[in-house]
């Protein structure tokens, strides 16, 4: 069994020193990967405008490719909703650049109904926004990695468009998907990885979904990366709405670990969205108690 991967994941809502300097500070403690939400604001669970504001995901990014010299670097997940996924591959494609050729361009369909309303921009029926997302990977998937690309659908045109400037053969673009049914299959046909909030069992019964649609698609499934997240705690588990919570001791913690592993898991990625020094505290736990007694 390969040795798994752990990412840490930032929030947009500290400042920009703090997440310059956890992102320092998990490189030097060995983290694999570092991750930016890309939203503007928190969520509201409605259309009501939430503060504060959050920093935007890419300029962090491109900070990090500049400023921290080792780990991936990835959003998580961009919604192609905010920009045309011509230029959001242009942008994906420059930081790359700076990087050199560390970044992971995470992209999904966009859900969160707050920041549509407050900025204006379209969200759409679910429908809707699967049919858009699948076209804007088309775009994606040509720019990063054609030397033309034209798409003629009902969200996007692009003709001839060039292929962006690239230093190695592809950014990997990973999809957050949790549908079975048709996200899984975009998947399966468009992803180099794939990411979505579980726990060991959500992910082992969606790993096996991921792997039909490959098998409709005649795609090996192995070539597929698999990423998860979920707010680990080494505290009492207390339910948070919309997201998975795993742990309650150190010992669960390992545990939950190894199912994830033993399910086919590549890279857990760790999320803190609160205070900067719970962060630290918790990336501290994970790397000297936890990690050391995964197998």
Same mark, same amino acid.
């Given at each position: +069994?390969?040795?798994?991967?752990?990412?840490?994941?930032?929030?947009?809502?500290?400042?920009?020193?703090?997440?310059?300097?956890?992102?320092?500070?998990?490189?030097?403690?060995?983290?694999?990967?570092?991750? +930016?939400?890309?939203?503007? +604001?928190?969520?509201?669970?409605?259309?009501?405008?939430?503060?504060?504001?959050?920093?935007?995901?890419?300029?962090? #990014?491109?900070?990090?490719?500049?400023?921290? $010299?080792?780990? =991936?670097?990835?959003? #998580?997940?961009?919604g192609i909703?905010?920009?045309?996924?011509?230029?959001?591959?242009?942008?994906?494609?420059?930081i790359d650049?700076?990087?050199?050729?560390?970044?992971?361009?995470?992209?999904?369909?966009?859900?969160?109904?707050?920041?549509?309303?407050?900025?204006?921009?379209?969200?759409?029926?679910?429908?809707?926004?699967?049919?858009?997302?699948?076209?804007? %990977?088309?775009?994606? !998937?040509? %720019?990063?990695?054609?030397?033309?690309?034209?798409?003629?659908?009902?969200?996007? =045109?692009?003709?001839?468009?060039? !292929?962006?400037?690239?230093?190695? $053969? =592809?950014? $990997?673009? #990973?999809?957050?998907?949790?549908?079975?049914?048709? +996200?899984?299959?975009?998947?399966?046909?468009?992803?180099?990885?794939?990411?979505?909030?579980?726990?060991?069992?959500v992910f082992?019964?969606?790993?096996?979904?991921?792997?039909?649609?490959?098998? =409709?698609?005649?795609?090996?499934?192995?070539?597929? !990366?698999?990423?998860?997240?979920?707010?680990?705690?080494?505290?009492?588990?207390?339910?948070?709405?919309?997201?998975?919570?795993?742990?309650?001791?150190?010992?669960?913690?390992?545990?939950?670990?190894?199912?994830?592993?033993?399910?086919?898991?590549?890279?857990?990625?760790? $999320?803190?969205?609160?205070?900067?020094?719970?962060?630290?505290?918790?990336?501290? %736990?994970?790397?000297?108690?936890?990690?050391?007694?995964?197998?």
């Open positions: +069994m390969a040795e798994l991967a752990v990412g840490a994941w930032l929030s947009p809502g500290w400042s920009t020193e703090d997440v310059l300097a956890v992102a320092n500070e998990a490189e030097q403690a060995g983290y694999d990967s570092v991750w +930016m939400a890309d939203h503007f +604001m928190t969520n509201s669970g409605t259309d009501e405008v939430a503060e504060p504001a959050l920093h935007e995901c890419f300029s962090l #990014l491109a900070a990090l490719a500049a400023a921290v $010299p080792r780990v =991936r670097l990835g959003s #998580l997940v961009a909703t905010y920009r045309h996924p011509a230029v959001l591959a242009n942008m994906a494609a420059t650049n700076v990087s050199g050729g560390r970044l992971v361009l995470g992209v999904g369909a966009g859900w969160q109904a707050n920041e549509h309303a407050a900025y204006g921009i379209e969200l759409g029926t679910v429908r809707e926004r699967i049919d858009r997302f699948e076209e804007g %990977l088309k775009v994606l !998937r040509g %720019l990063l990695s054609e030397s033309r690309t034209t798409v003629e659908g009902q969200y996007y =045109r692009v003709t001839g468009a060039p !292929r962006t400037p690239v230093v190695r $053969p =592809r950014v $990997p673009i #990973l999809i957050g998907a949790a549908g079975e049914r048709r +996200m899984l299959g975009l998947v399966a046909e468009y992803a180099d990885e794939w990411n979505c909030w579980s726990d060991p069992e082992a019964r969606k790993s096996a979904v991921l792997d039909e649609h490959c098998e =409709r698609v005649g795609r090996d499934p192995r070539s597929i !990366r698999r990423t998860t997240q979920a707010v680990l705690t080494a505290g009492d588990v207390r339910a948070q709405p919309g997201r998975f919570v795993v742990g309650g001791s150190v010992a669960q913690l390992v545990d939950a670990i190894g199912h994830w592993r033993e399910a086919g898991l590549d890279e857990l990625i760790v $999320p803190t969205f609160g205070p900067v020094e719970q962060a630290r505290e918790l990336y501290a %736990l994970l790397q000297q108690e936890v990690l050391p007694q995964i197998g």
